[in-house]
DNA sequence: CATCAATAGGTGTATATACTCCTAATCATG
DNA sequence: CATGATTAGGAGTATATACACCTATTGATG
């Protein structure tokens, strides 16, 4: 597979469809996306952040934020409040956040067994390793 | 990088949009997004072709397309018109369709360039060699 | 040939994404 | 300390994406 001839971004965006398909198929029954998934996980593990953070964490315009955190946040999956610095935005994930993830958890690694077990362990290991590699190099 | 801690679909999601955020900005100037680049690069390639087809290569919903179409043909760079059997949309690129593409093209090589430089031909080879893997097992 | 199933596509709705421009709060500097 | 620059975030707008449901056309079968 050329690189010159195949559009990189083009194949990324396919690939992403196609997972995301997958995984969203089997988290449906739960109510919540791979997308939700991803940005509570973040912010139970790195702790409260503000909205500037988890933009750059995670390569999102913060406007983009502004409205997926806010489904969460009608949901009750997190507050979102003003931090001594009256601009900024305290994101905390909630008790109710804590259990939409437990209750996640089982099915997101059901969706990446599936995925293993179709493309194998080696393959998706160097996969991931390549794209972080590809965000810290084109973000640096 | 084991694949077992880190979700595949929230590293492809993270991926695609740094590198779609780099391409989109580089084609700005000429007010096609690359999403819209990689559907007429596929029409035009393939020659005409239904919507069922176009989604099934491009692995994207029909609805999706409906929509990402319509845009495409207000800008008369594609004509949608029925086919023999009343119920197909035949997809044809125009003139125009076909100058967007021309003018599109060395813009797209630009910034495939300036990714090869950032993350390095092999990776790059190696990395559009496994996402295809992937979606074609996925999609099995 | 009539009727029912299958197929192609569109609409309504909801989420994900980002750009431009805007406001409010904080910081830096004379 | 006052004022201008910087920073954090939101609103308006537009595109990308998909699911549930709908219509119209075609095909299959008695």
Known sequence: MECTQV??????RKATRAVTQAYDEMMRPIGLRVTQLGALSVMAQKGPMTMTQ???????DRTTLTRNLRLLEKREFIVIKKGKDQRQRNLEVTQKGRHILAKARPIWEKAQKNLLKQVGREHLDRLVTDLCRMVSLVRS
Not at 7 to 12: A, M, N
Not at 54 to 60: F, H, K, R
């Open 7 to 12: 559009c990189i971004c083009s194949c990324l």
């Open 54 to 60: 988890l933009a750059e964490e995670s390569v999102t």
